[in-house]
């Protein structure tokens, strides 16, 4: 109850959370409410915001609002699954690595270490593009497999700080098993920096995936945002100011999830480290 407290004192953080609430809310249950024409309207193709379409048409004529309603549902179900894949297999490798130590540490480093030489988008690039991904969570995956090195060295970082409480240390004492040390007495105080990590891991799936589905890796529906900027820019919306609301839409609805996150990742940071509530 504290730490909601803590939370509720944040003004951006509460903002963060509420813009992420109705992103979500909008995203699932939005394309029922508002659900996109089946056919193209050709005498309406690239209208202003009007009250009939608050955020204009595109270049076939269809609605905007209705569109990026739709657009959401994706791109949320990657950086969720991306963000839980991503998280536990950094936090075991790397809790693993720093609990263990000697030979296990060593290999584990050097696997760590040599995993984050490859570089990432682009062999997510040609990944996405051999295989020919057809579903949300088949990307989700890939980025994960290759986006957990960096969280493992940090979560290494914290076990290895973590090793050196009295608690920890008694705990070894005691003999009371590596399964009781690492879920029981080291997991619990590491939770903070896991919900700060699996956002912060969100964020950066968000990026991908929309980078990917923009450059047409991956065209997942016509009502993904990225799908809907990429097509729009390639229709010239750009160039028209009334058409323009077709790049806009998107590109607005992926800034607002991935603000909404950061002051989310903030606030988590600022409940969960005293010195940042302090100021100091």
């Given amino acids: 109850m504290e730490t909601l407290r803590m939370f509720g004192r944040n003004k951006l953080g509460i903002v963060g959370l509420v813009l992420v609430a109705l992103i979500v809310f909008g995203s ?3 394309p029922s409410i508002r659900p996109v024409a089946d056919e193209a309207s050709m005498d309406r193709v ?3 915001p009007s009250a009939e379409f608050p955020l204009g048409t595109n270049f076939q004529g269809l609605d905007n609002f209705s569109l990026l309603l739709a657009g959401g549902k994706d791109i949320i179900l990657i950086a969720v699954i991306t963000g839980v894949l991503e998280t536990l297999v950094a936090v075991a490798i790397g809790s693993a690595a720093a609990y263990f130590g000697g030979r296990i540490d060593g290999l584990l480093v050097s696997f760590i270490e040599l995993w984050l030489t490859i570089p ?4 997510l690039a040609i990944l996405a593009t051999t295989l020919k991904l057809q579903e949300p969570w088949m990307l989700a995956i890939i980025i994960a497999i290759l986006g957990w090195p960096s969280l493992a060295r940090q979560v290494r ?8 409480r009295d608690y920890i240390e008694a705990a070894s004492m005691l003999d009371l098993g590596a399964r ?7 997991l619990p105080n590491m939770m903070s920096f896991v919900a700060i990590a699996l956002v912060s891991t969100m964020i950066y799936a968000i990026y991908y995936q929309t980078s990917l589905v923009f450059l047409g890796f991956i065209p997942f529906s016509s009502t993904n945002w990225g799908v809907m900027l990429s097509l729009a820019e390639a229709k010239g919306a750009i160039y028209n100011a009334q058409a323009a609301w077709g790049v806009i839409t998107p590109i607005a609805a992926i800034v607002a999830l991935q603000i909404g996150l950061v002051w989310i990742m903030r606030a988590l940071e600022e409940v969960f480290n005293p ?6």
């Fill in 46 to 48: 690239s209208e202003g």
């Fill in 275 to 280: 010195r940042l509530r302090q100021g100091v």
């Fill in 28 to 30: 699932l249950f939005g």
């Fill in 120 to 123: 990432r988008f682009p062999l």
């Fill in 180 to 186: 009781h040390i690492i879920f029981r007495e080291m």
């Fill in 157 to 164: 970082t914290v076990v290895l700080s973590l090793k050196k």
